[in-house]
């Protein structure tokens, strides 16, 4: 029996024992009302069609310089000064960072955008460079047009979150990673530790996709496992082995990192065909590092769920900590949906510039709008993984929202790190949205 039924069935009996059924109640109890979707649901949707047509202006560029845009030669600069442009454009700060490999320039790009915490930057990122066998589209065509969008979308959207946004393209990775590794080596250890996340993207559109999720970092994983969990798609852990990006130059020094990958030169299996579509026994992409890595190499549904994945990663991890002048109290505003009677979803809370552990009396403020609240299942996550159960769920507590605050003894937990709010829908009809959250110490 879903809720709907078993809930009409539960108001008609009230009515009725109530002698308050009268002729005016409808044939049929109007079914809930839907949930109230989220004031502004966190991130923009990306254009696919935007995305696209970058992919198609870097196509261009490498038809019109020798059918690539490698390291060294003259389609990776023209790939640099045509982003460039366009994030000049749209009002970020850009700065080109030259190096020296194999005997060619390389070039970096890297687009700040004004404001934010400058000692809280997240970085998202992906390499511009392709093989000198072909145009590279969607190795990695796709990271770049795709991070290029979000970057662009923020533009539009004018946000302003806590922390500091800085996007990057980076040159050579298909000579080893170089230019990723040369910013960071080039990072002074002071700069290096403002990082809390980097966030890579290298081959989201292969043709027979796959959903892979780096699992380097918790949190950054489970945030983009949220947004697959929320559209009903299901992901797997990228297993293709660490240092195969350049996500791998920042994991190397210490910095949290995480990403999407749609799979390259690997089979894929009759158990991902069933789950994802596509062609079992198939490369996840057949022309990867091959001429034929063109525009028409490009899976349009997985570009799109991957372009947006990352807008949402980027709306959420930013919303950093705002500590108050008090200095106790520590918020995330972001939106995050919870799917109706679906997986768990998580609202990270970073905290920092604490000594010890948390208190045995930690104030956890939760606003969640709902319209069934005993559909809801509230646990808070300490940084190393501990639950603390907040709210059981009450299937006949039909009221609206928890806005509530519970006490928990967390004094066995560190307090610095990354705490997350963790809520579940458990129960068919209704649903609802983190609004915000907080931690008072
Ligand atoms: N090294 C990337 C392709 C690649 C292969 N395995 C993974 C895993 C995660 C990200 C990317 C990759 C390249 O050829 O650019
Ligand atoms: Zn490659
Ligand atoms: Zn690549
Ligand atoms: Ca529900």
């Known amino acids: 029996m879903t809720h709907s039924v078993h809930r009409r069935a539960a108001v008609v009996t009230a009515l009725a024992l109530a002698g308050l059924l009268s002729a005016a109640v409808p044939a049929a109890i109007a079914a809930p009302s839907a949930a109230p979707s989220p004031a502004a649901l966190a991130a923009p949707d990306i254009p696919l069609a935007n995305v696209k047509a970058h992919l198609a202006d870097l196509q261009s560029i490498a038809t019109a310089n020798g059918g690539n845009r490698a390291h060294g030669r003259t389609g990776y600069k023209a790939s640099v000064d045509h982003l460039k442009a366009k994030l000049d454009a749209a009002g970020f700060t850009t700065t080109v960072q030259q190096f020296t490999s194999s005997g060619a320039t390389g070039y970096n790009l890297i687009a700040d955008w004004p404001g934010g915490d400058a000692n809280q ?3 998202a990122g992906a390499h511009l460079d392709s093989v000198t066998s072909g145009p590279g589209i969607n190795d990695n065509g796709s990271g770049s047009a795709a991070v290029l969008e979000t970057a662009l979308a923020v533009s539009r959207a004018q946000f302003a979150p ?11 990775e298909e000579l080893g990673l170089v230019g990723s590794r040369y910013y960071v080596n080039n990072l002074p250890a002071a700069e290096r530790s403002k990082i809390t996340g980097y966030l890579n993207f290298d081959m989201i559109g292969s043709p027979n996709p796959g959903y892979f999720v780096y ?29 195969r990006s350049d ?6 020094v210490g910095i949290p990192v995480g990403g999407l990958f749609t799979g390259a030169s690997r089979t894929k299996s009759s158990a991902q065909a069933q789950k994802w579509g596509g062609t079992s026994g198939q490369a996840f992409d057949r022309c990867y590092h091959s001429s034929c890595d063109s525009t028409s190499n490009i899976n349009d549904t997985a ?6 994945a990352i807008a949402h990663a980027i709306w959420t991890l930013s919303a950093g900590t705002t500590v108050p002048p008090g ?11 919870v799917p109706d009677n679906g997986a768990a979803v998580t609202s990270p809370l970073a905290v920092t510039g604490r000594t010890g552990n948390a208190p045995s009396a930690l104030q956890v403020s939760v606003d969640i709008k709902h319209t069934w ?9 300490a940084p190393d993984g501990t639950a603390y159960r907040l709210k059981n769920s009450s299937g006949s507590d039909s009221a609206d929202n928890v806005v509530a605050t519970y006490t ?11 705490w997350q709010l963790r809520v579940q829908d458990v129960a068919a009809q209704d649903t609802g949205y983190i609004n915000s959250w907080k931690l008072t110490f």
């Open 327 to 337: 200095g106790d109290v520590y918020e995330n505003a972001a939106d995050v949906a």
């Open 408 to 418: 928990v003894n967390a004094s066995a937990e560190a307090a610095n790190g990354t």
């Open 373 to 381: 609240r005993g559909d809801l299942v509230i646990d808070l996550l």
């Open 162 to 172: 806590a922390k500091h946004l800085r996007f990057a393209w980076w040159g050579a």
């Open 247 to 252: 996500h791998a130059s920042f994991k190397n």
């Open 121 to 123: 930057v997240l970085m």
């Open 215 to 243: 699992d380097d970092d918790p949190v950054i994983e489970q945030t983009f496992k949220d947004y697959f969990a929320g559209i009903g798609v299901p992901t797997e852990i990228e297993t293709e082995g660490d240092g």
């Open 303 to 308: 570009l799109d769920r991957n372009s947006d």
